[in-house]
């Protein structure tokens, strides 16, 4: 099947307002809390990354007010 245009599966990011990123934020330091101690890597730093950048875009936000 072919996406119609504005359809969410046609690669683009979801917008997400500041307070759905502060909750996203949360449940992903929730996640990286409870990762045992198997957990690979990679999903660790996937999961790190996605914080991080989370938390740089929430600091930038007030700034473009």
């Given at each position: 099947?072919?996406?119609?245009?504005?359809?969410?599966?046609?690669?683009?990011?979801?917008?997400?307002?500041?307070?759905?990123?502060?909750?996203?934020?949360?449940?992903?330091?929730?996640?990286?809390?409870?990762?045992?101690?198997?957990?690979?890597?990679?999903?660790?730093?996937?999961v790190q990354k996605?914080?991080?950048?989370?938390?740089?875009?929430?600091?930038?936000?007030?700034?473009?007010?």
């Amino acid at each position: 099947m072919r996406a119609f245009d504005g359809q969410r599966s046609d690669n683009q990011p979801i917008k997400r307002s500041a307070s759905e990123k502060e909750k996203l934020l949360q449940e992903l330091k929730q996640t990286l809390a409870g990762m045992k101690s198997h957990t690979t890597p990679s999903l660790r730093q996937s999961v790190q990354k996605r914080i991080a950048d989370l938390e740089t875009e929430l600091r930038a936000a007030p700034a473009r007010r």
